[in-house]
């Protein structure tokens, strides 16, 4: 991929432009030979409990059919470890849907194998009960992969986004007196987008002009759920991509209308390494955002939002198994040490941190949570004690 002149001089352009007495103040001497943002003394910046996943990506897969007792079991899990936001991944998935669907959903099969139409409103209930906030994901055809550019393909996927989202709605109303669905947060879209596919402004805004904009666009209009919060999940791979495109990335994907932007870590897949990650992460979280004045802002007076989402996995030979805490530790307290970073998510606690069975990933799993459980109390006596 050939990269244009102004993604090298535009990370250092921020940088430069970023030389303020705010800075000045923020980064000692040896912290401004190293990464900008990170490795920052932000004790007085970020709450106390910032070091902890309080979010987590949930599917359908293999949980279709659970009754209204096990989401239940489930979210109460979550929660006592804390994890206030769920993104479900999708609720519609090739030919598989998890919510009831009305005939405008003609391009979803109603077969009992890959229909289960209870789902998604057994998920709200146990969210509601929790007090979890819920993103509700849409539709998803895998195809995206290979039409990621495609406007056609786009314009189609857009509107069976909206088809779907407008499932979700009745789905909300039609069950506000029963369940107030006080969980539903907003919306996520779960096509994945990633600055070696979007490697130019004109295919950035081919995605957000023909799909992006369509999607969210009309989920922020949607009645009683208007100007909800619209989510994505970026993702980069450190061999395809430098921090500086990254740069340039995040900062073409800031002018869609999205409220939350996420930005995967990688380390599970093997996109990236510990090591590597400062550098990218300095770099989404300048492209993303204007200034550091709008980086130091509290959360709540930003426009956008920006998430970091772990991979609490390793992978090998194709095969993932729940990672070892030590590294998710790393991750975690990485993730938490950025300015700018609003939000630390995680690939996921079900398989990660919950599988069910009785096999060698229910072993991995337990272990893992059984470690970060025992992190969060060790971090809340250390608060205790500092205080």
Same mark, same amino acid.
């Given at each position: 991929m050939k990269r244009k002149f102004w993604c090298f001089i535009l990370p250092l352009f921020c940088c430069l432009s970023c030389a303020t007495d705010d800075m000045e103040m923020l980064l000692s001497d040896s912290q401004k030979s190293g990464n900008l943002l990170s490795h920052v003394a932000t004790k007085n910046l970020q709450p106390k409990n910032k070091k902890m996943i309080t979010g987590t990506f949930v599917d359908f897969w293999c949980k279709g059919d659970w009754s209204q007792e096990a989401w239940i079991k489930h979210f109460k899990e979550m929660k006592d470890l804390g994890v206030n936001t769920v993104i479900v991944q999708d609720v519609c998935h090739n030919k598989y849907a998890w919510l009831p669907l009305n005939a405008s959903v003609s391009f979803i099969s109603r077969d009992g194998l890959s229909y289960f139409p209870d789902a998604l409103g057994r998920l709200m209930?146990?969210?509601?009960?929790?007090?979890?906030?819920?993103?509700?994901?849409?539709?998803?055809?895998?195809?995206? &992969?290979? !039409?990621?550019?495609?406007?056609? &393909? %786009?314009? %189609?996927?857009?509107?069976?986004? =909206?088809?779907?989202?407008?499932?979700?709605?009745?789905?909300? !109303?039609?069950? =506000? =007196?029963?369940? @107030? &669905? =006080?969980?539903?947060a907003g919306w996520y879209i779960p096509h994945e987008p990633e600055p070696y596919a979007y490697n130019s402004s004109d295919k950035m805004e081919i995605f957000r002009n023909n799909f992006v904009d369509v999607v969210s666009g009309y989920v922020r209009s949607l009645g009683s759920n208007s100007n909800k919060p619209v989510a994505i999940a970026a993702f980069f791979n450190s061999l395809l991509t430098t921090p500086g495109q990254l740069h340039c990335f995040m900062s073409s994907l800031a002018k869609c209308n999205l409220q939350v932007f996420m930005l995967q870590d990688g380390v599970g897949v093997g996109h990236a390494s510990l090591d590597e990650l400062p550098a990218y992460y300095d770099d989404a979280i300048l492209g993303l955002f204007t200034s550091l004045k709008e980086i130091l802002k509290k959360p709540d007076e930003r426009q956008k939002k920006f998430w970091?989402?772990?991979?609490?996995?390793?992978? @090998?030979?194709?095969?993932?198994?729940?990672? @070892?805490?030590?590294?998710?530790?790393?991750? %975690?307290?990485?993730?938490?040490?950025?300015?700018?970073?609003? @939000?630390?998510?995680?690939f996921q606690y079900y398989r990660d941190m919950c599988h069910p069975q009785n096999d060698g990933d229910s072993v991995l799993a337990i272990a893992l949570r059984d470690a970060y459980r025992a992190y969060l109390t060790d971090s809340s006596q250390a608060s205790l004690k500092a205080n």
């Open positions: 209930v146990a969210a509601d009960r929790a007090d979890i906030d819920v993103y509700v994901g849409l539709y998803f055809d895998s195809s995206y &992969w290979e !039409n990621q550019t495609n406007i056609s &393909w %786009l314009r %189609l996927h857009a509107e069976r986004c =909206k088809t779907v989202a407008s499932a979700v709605y009745d789905l909300y !109303n039609k069950n =506000k =007196k029963e369940s @107030k &669905w =006080k969980s539903f970091i989402d772990i991979e609490t996995f390793t992978r @090998k030979n194709g095969v993932s198994r729940p990672a @070892k805490f030590e590294r998710v530790r790393e991750q %975690l307290e990485l993730a938490a040490s950025m300015l700018g970073v609003d @939000k630390v998510v995680s």
